[in-house]
C-alpha cells in the first residue's frame, strides 16, 4: 500500500466521519423540533382543558344559582299571594271597622 493510498483512504474516512456528523446533527435538530412540537402541543391541550374545566364549574355555580333564585322566588311568590289572600278576606272586616269607628263619632 503506497502512500497515496493510505492518504486516500484517511480522506475517505474523514469524509465518513464528517458525513455520519452531519447526519447525526441532523437527527439530533429533528428530534429538538419535534419535542418542541409535542411540548407546544402538551402545553395548547392543557390549556384547553384548563378552559374548559373552568366553563363547566362556572356552568355548574350559575346553575346552581339560578336553582336557588328559583326557589326563593317560589317562596316569595307564595308569601306574595297568601298576602294577597289575607288582605283580601281581611277588607271587609277592616271596612266594617273603619265604618263603625266613624260612626260612633
Not at 77 to 82: K, W
Request: glycine share 4%.
Amino acid at each position: 500500500m503506497g502512500m497515496s493510498e493510505v492518504l486516500r483512504s484517511i480522506k475517505s474516512a474523514e469524509q465518513g466521519a464528517e458525513k455520519r456528523l452531519a447526519e447525526a446533527q441532523e437527527e439530533a435538530t429533528k428530534i429538538v423540533s419535534d419535542a418542541r412540537r409535542k411540548s407546544s402541543e402538551m402545553v395548547q391541550n392543557a390549556a384547553d382543558e384548563t378552559v374548559a374545566m373552568t366553563q363547566k364549574i362556572l356552568d355548574e355555580a350559575r346553575n346552581k344559582a339560578q336553582g336557588e333564585a328559583d326557589q326563593v322566588k317560589a317562596t316569595g311568590a307564595g308569601e306574595v299571594s297568601n298576602i294577597e289572600t289575607n288582605s283580601a278576606s281581611n277588607q271587609d272586616a277592616a271596612v266594617k271597622m273603619v265604618v263603625d269607628a266613624l260612626s260612633s263619632e
